[in-house]
């Protein structure tokens, strides 16, 4: 029982509850355009991190740049890679939006993964239209950042009820001084921000729903985790109730260039 919770809670990126609905739209979305393209894919992953991401895509056979200012993190990453067997697919750079081009040798892309860095950089819209630069035509982003209701809805499920009043009113989404992030986004601006700097979204979904919320005694099982991403993947795209997906977490935005 406790090595099923651990798997289904704390397993990889492509298993754990709070990345498999990612993984799955990413990994989708890989294997069309390789089909496109008959060859494997040029990836970049900016602020990466330890390869959570990029050690899965690389075992699919892509080639995966990791852009990230921290070195630890970079070390980690590194460590991983070759433990998995792929090191000759990933490249870890230390750096940042602003390097990009160097990092990547002014080669562009066929995908590029920006999951959980556009709430910490200096400037989102900034950082997004150099994403977009690197694209080749065709190309594909894939977009997650925080959104501002669901950090609402669980300060107000906390009992913390002016924390919650602060992330709904707030121009950033913060609750409070103490809050780890510098901003949160709301799906409008954020599906406009994306358009700003070029790229025409494809698909635009809330993730994380519900399983941030979920008690971890309740998700025992490998059964449990699996229905409870069937639920969230189901309530995401409920043609009747779109407004769903404003409560994940989470925003996942697929955007294509050209």
């Known amino acids: ?3 099923e919770h651990r798997r289904g809670r704390r397993g990889g990126t492509p298993t754990s509850l709070r990345t498999a609905a990612v993984w799955a739209s990413v990994h989708a979305l890989a294997v ?8 494997p894919l040029r990836v970049l992953d900016l602020g990466g991190g330890t390869g959570g991401l990029a050690v899965p895509l690389a075992e699919q056979g892509y080639h995966v740049t990791v852009v990230d200012p921290s070195p630890d993190a970079l070390a980690s990453l590194s460590r991983r890679s070759t433990e998995s067997g792929v090191a000759d697919r990933v490249t870890a750079v230390q750096g940042d939006a602003d390097t990009l081009g160097e990092a990547l040798d002014q080669e562009p892309v066929d995908l590029v993964c920006c999951h959980g860095t556009l ?3 200096d400037d989102p819209q ?3 239209s150099a994403l ?3 694209l080749a035509p065709g190309g594909y982003l894939s977009l997650v950042a925080a959104q501002r209701l669901a950090v609402v809805l669980a300060r107000v499920l ?3 009820f002016a924390q919650a009043h602060e992330a709904l009113v707030s121009p950033d989404g913060r609750w409070g001084a103490g809050d780890p992030l510098p901003r949160r986004f709301d799906s409008d601006h954020l599906r406009e921000m994306v358009a700003s700097s070029g790229l025409t979204v494809r698909d635009c979904h809330g993730v994380r729903l519900f399983s941030d919320l979920v008690p971890s005694a309740l998700v025992d099982s490998e059964h449990d985790r699996a229905a409870l991403l069937r639920l969230e993947e189901e309530a995401s795209r409920h043609p009747d ?12 935005i697929l955007a294509r260039r050209g």
Request: net charge negative.
């Open 32 to 39: 069309e355009r390789q089909r496109e393209l008959d060859r």
């Open 1 to 3: 029982m406790a090595d």
């Open 132 to 134: 977009a630069a690197v």
């Open 119 to 121: 709430e910490v950089v």
């Open 126 to 128: 900034a950082t997004l």
């Open 158 to 160: 906390a009992g913390q």
């Open 241 to 252: 109730f779109p407004f769903l997906g404003q409560l994940g977490a989470a925003l996942h």
